[in-house]
């Protein structure tokens, strides 16, 4: 059995830090309630999600942006295929980032938001909720950085207006006639520092184990499931573990609905270099740490991999 820790965030993190820290280490994923998400706030954002992706599909198109890698607008069914897979994933998705303002020395990294006229409240409502994801996900790495020994403000200024993401997932009905293999989201892992996803409930959502085993993950209704992205393990030099996942495909009734979710990928900021802390190297290990290397240059070339740039 996979202990995935499920905790609440309004607790004081000296209590919570080391019991997420452990399911981080050992499983790369854990459970947080009382989240400070508003519910209608999500419910909201639940709502323009489905309208958008109810337009027709020249209208979604519309909004498709070549060249930015996905970062912006929508990405239609059947483009993004995980890192090796063989096949694309069955699913649609619309990104928002963060805005910068005229001048900003990152603005560079981070193209400007698109906005789907055809959706009223769409604009103000994701970008409420992405600024409340980024709280979220601040509270989580305080608790991350005080398991590590670290003050608890360590991340504070490596994410400072990070080049977080946040997607409106929508994988249809399964059709007669799918792709041979091909499953709502591959096996993979996040690229980024921590990832904070919402809808989770339905099941579908696996994470594979030490031990080689798909496990189902266990979300009550409303609670975020969090996990480790590519990123933070690479500064954490193992320590923390980027799992790999997978969303399956349903069986009977649930196969004929549509699932949504809402993933927040937290990151740092462009410039950032991701190395490892000195207290996650172990100098008898076998194989040396990973090399320095830019957020930016590390999200560019995984991004390549999975068929997005």
């Not at 904070?196 to 579908?204: I, M, S, T």
């Not at 959502?205 to 690479?234: C, F, K, S, Y």
Request: proline residues 7%; hydrophobic residues 45%.
């Amino acid at each position: 059995m996979t202990d995935i820790a499920s905790v609440s965030l309004a607790q004081p993190l000296e209590t919570i830090a080391d019991e997420l820290g452990r399911s981080f280490g050992e499983n790369g994923f854990a459970v947080v309630r009382d989240h400070g998400i508003p519910q209608d706030l999500i419910d909201r954002a639940e709502a323009a999600s489905k309208a958008f992706f109810a337009l027709p599909d020249a209208v979604k198109r519309a909004y498709k942006i070549d060249g930015g890698g996905g970062a912006r607008g929508y990405t239609p069914f059947g483009t993004e295929k995980a890192k090796d897979a063989g096949v694309f994933d069955l699913k649609e998705f619309w990104h928002v980032g963060r805005d910068l303002p005229e001048g900003h020395a990152l603005r560079e990294f981070m193209a400007p938001n698109v906005w789907p006229a055809e959706v009223e409240d769409f604009r103000e409502t994701m970008t409420a909720l992405f600024a409340a994801f980024e709280v979220a996900g601040g509270r989580v790495l305080e608790a991350i950085a005080l398991h590590l020994g670290r003050p608890r403000d360590f991340f504070a200024a490596s994410v400072a207006d990070g080049n977080s993401v946040m997607r409106l997932l929508h994988y249809p009905p399964l059709e007669e006639g799918a792709p041979e293999g091909a499953i709502r989201a591959a096996g993979h892992e996040d690229i980024n520092t921590i990832t904070l996803l919402l809808g989770a409930e339905e099941a579908g959502l696996e994470l594979l184990t030490r031990a080689g085993e798909w496990h189902a993950v266990d979300v009550p209704p409303g609670a975020l499931v969090i996990n480790v992205g590519d990123m933070l393990q690479r500064q954490t030099n193992g320590r923390l573990r980027s799992t790999t996942h997978r969303v399956v495909n349903p069986r009977g009734d649930a196969a004929r609905r549509a699932r949504y979710s809402m993933p927040f990928f937290l990151h740092f900021r462009p410039d950032f270099m991701i190395e490892p802390l000195p207290e996650c190297i172990d100098a008898g290990a076998a194989n040396p740490p990973p090399a320095p290397i830019s957020a930016h240059d590390y999200l560019m070339q995984r991004l390549r991999e999975i068929n997005l740039v």
